[in-house]
């Protein structure tokens, strides 16, 4: 990580470089930090004093929430120490004679952590007990040998489900885990104490809030695994995420049906091609989202998808294929006209349940996952059943909550007997949401029409299993008709359930989560799975419910935006398959003005020279004003632009190319002023919040990976846009440019650092 190559420069670094490197507050922070701990060090302060020094740092520094917790999510008990653990190739991974498999897979993963993020190569040693000389890891569940005496000796137990403790001095870095998945977690908090070659001495007891901590998101494509493979391990379970529900439609091979294979590739290709999220239904009613850029419009393989599978687990985190049925069933349908409610609608989203060939192909579809993916837990959908009621021959004089509660319950019979449980979306079992019965759409853009609502209680009650998982995601108290009554509802009724489309800004969670019966919750990414669309726009959701699902720390909205804004330039690092030249190479100010420079919508900056062979353009800017970040799932045939663009850098080669960096509000920019009344959903995973040292301004740092190395950058120009969302009154400010330049190889004989 940046901050901590920067950290230990500090002490070779000159005043003036100082100065340069403080430019970015994060660093300034840091380096006080630094500098007080060398300090306290060397004044034999206390850790209590530290500890109020720390406080006293953090109150007088820049940001509400100035450092990023030290352990995400914030554990129960953590108290520091102060002699750290020094790591450096003497030090052992300590494993039991005979270790588990578990034993194996926890020091394989501190030993890939080592190597490949702090340079070091720690070996691995079988033990019959931890030798009095020398520094050693020692991590597993109380299963293993060595951590069961060494917790003893040390008088500590942890005996919740997945709780750990962690206890590192400086000889013995311990995690104690309450059970497998305890250990893991005790080893995901150890990575986050890891700074500058040092595992920070402290006590950590830590247990979760709640079992079920999940992310609904769709089935990545191909192009996208290695990603997904990265967010699985360096985002979910660091952050201690243990559910992951993939919709899946018709994005694997199904060798009982190609037909669905060739339906759902035309489906996505038309969407995209024609600009599109979902079809009308024929009396220009609202069809249900298409979700068509599952598995980005393509097919995986089976073996692939067993492969994604395996994977999570092996992280503790267990897959729930969500595959929708009854709505949002195009997938089953552009093939299967005739299974459809509407036969006649462009691409159907619903199908017909009175029409019985329907589960003989639900069935098949639902049989080729559960082979393949093998769950405990499948997610059958059934939300926004919103086709106009009496539109097919077959329904058409039926009770359609009826109708929809026979739909389940073979659906569920069906997975039962296979020994699979089912959760769904819970809209059309509480009344307030979908109204009584039946509700009348006034459909102002084409024909007026009926729509099924939701069933009576006495419907739910005597007519829906009890022990269907219920994604509710109509908690929000803001829209009319959602809100904490219809969770009392389903709890009464006898359901478990979740917060489905989790967000942090729920109130009054802890009164409303307490009840046994609400098991976790999950918040969801609606378009294709890809680091720009889970950066741009849902690094705030994500990391905020990992807060409110684990820890019992309840920062408020602003404070938990801003900690998260600081977390994004890690989480990136993390995430992000290229590293950035500035973590390891010295940056230098090439283009500081006095003033920022403003460049405004449809005008354009001056040429600034280069003159030069850089690795990295840093653009330290800001935007005039907040701009627009829609969701991604607003425009799947183009996620970029569903983020405001506010103009763009020109990087002219000597040879006249040119390259065109965009500059996209909440990608790699955000206001000045940030942090005071911002949208708190709006952080920047692209970019670094810094404090301009000359004008105290805030700005943000945006490294550009040069695309032509060996070729050098002629000049850069600024331009503004000129059209779009906005256009207007906002601009940007340039407040400098910042770049790495090519490095200078070292000559033989050359003493190196
Ligand atoms: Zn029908």
Known sequence: MRRFSIRSQCSRSSPRDLYEQALHGLWRIEFKWDTMRLAMKCFGCSLRSRTAIHTLLLAVSLWPLQAAPTIFPQPREFALRDANFLLDNSV??????????????????????????????????????????GRFIVMGSVRNPLVRRYCARLGIESNVPEGYVVDVSNRIALVAGADDAGAFYGFESLRQLIERREIAGARVRDWPYKPFRGIKMYVPGRENIPYFKRFVRDFM?????????????????LDRHPELNEGWIALGKDLNYTRRDRAWGPGRQLQDSANADAGDSGVLEKDEVAGLVRYANQYHIEVIPE???????????????????????????????????????????????????????????????????????RCKSKSYTELYAQDVNRIYSHLKARGVRVALWGDHLVEPVRGKQIRHVPNPGGVPYDA?????????????????????????????????????????????QVYGNFQPQIRDYDRRSAPGSMVGGAPSSWAATTEFNFGKDLMFDFLGCAELLWSTHRPGMPELSAGIQQMMPGVRR????????????????????????????????????????????IFVHAS??????????????????????????????????????????????????????????????????????????????????????????????????????????????????????????????????
Not at 104 to 113: D, V
Not at 357 to 364: E, R, W
Not at 459 to 478: A, G, T
Not at 599 to 613: C, F, L, N
Request: glycine letters at 6%; charged letters at 25%.
């Open 92 to 133: 052992t991974i300590a494993v039991p004679t005979e270790p588990s498999n578990e034993d194996l897979f926890l020091a394989r993963l501190a030993s890939s952590e080592f190597s490949d993020r702090h340079h070091l190569a720690v070996e691995l040693r079988r033990v019959s007990f931890i030798p009095d000389e």
């Open 237 to 253: 379970a660091l952050y201690k995420y243990n559910k992951l529900i993939l919709e899946m439609n018709a994005a694997m091979r």
């Open 452 to 496: 099924p609502g939701a069933l009576a209680p006495e419907q739910v009650r005597k007519l829906i299993p009890k022990d269907i998982l219920v994604f509710n995601w109509f908690w929000d108290e803001s829209e009319q008709g959602l809100g904490e009554a219809n969770e009392i509802s389903l709890r009464q009724w006898g359901f478990d």
């Open 323 to 393: 595959i929708p049925t009854l709505t949002h069933s195009y997938y089953l349908l552009a093939r299967h006209r005739e299974l459809a409610e509407i036969a006649n609608a462009e691409w159907p989203d619903t199908y017909c349940p009175s029409e019985p060939k329907v589960y003989d192909l639900v069935f098949d579809v639902l049989d080729e996952y559960i082979d393949v993916m093998k769950p405990h837990m499948v997610h059958i959908g059934h939300d926004e059943w919103r086709m106009p009621v009496g539109a097919c021959a």
């Open 624 to 753: 005039a004003k907040p701009a627009g970040n829609r969701p991604a799932y607003e425009g799947t045939w183009n996620y970029a632009d569903t983020a405001d663009l506010l103009g763009w850098y020109e990087v002219t080669y000597d040879d006249g190319f040119v390259e065109t960096v965009p500059v996209r509000y909440a990608v790699n920019i955000l206001e000045q002023g940030w942090g005071k009344s911002h949208d708190p959903r709006n952080v920047a995973y692209e970019a670094e919040l810094v404090q301009s040292s000359r004008s105290g301004q805030t700005f943000f740092a945006y490294e550009w990976l040069n695309p032509r190395f060996g070729r050098p950058v002629r000049e850069i120009r600024l331009r503004g846009t000129s059209t779009g969302p906005s256009r207007g009154d906002n601009g940007i400010l340039l407040e400098s440019i910042r770049v790495v330049a090519k490095r200078t190889h070292q000559q033989l004989g050359e003493k190196k650092q």
């Open 574 to 617: 993390r995430l992000s398959a290229t590293p950035l030249p500035s973590d390891s190479d010295p940056v230098t100010s090439i283009f500081t003005p006095a003033e920022p420079v403003m460049v405004r919508a449809g005008m354009e900056s001056k040429p600034m020279p280069i003159g030069t062979d850089v690795s990295s353009i």
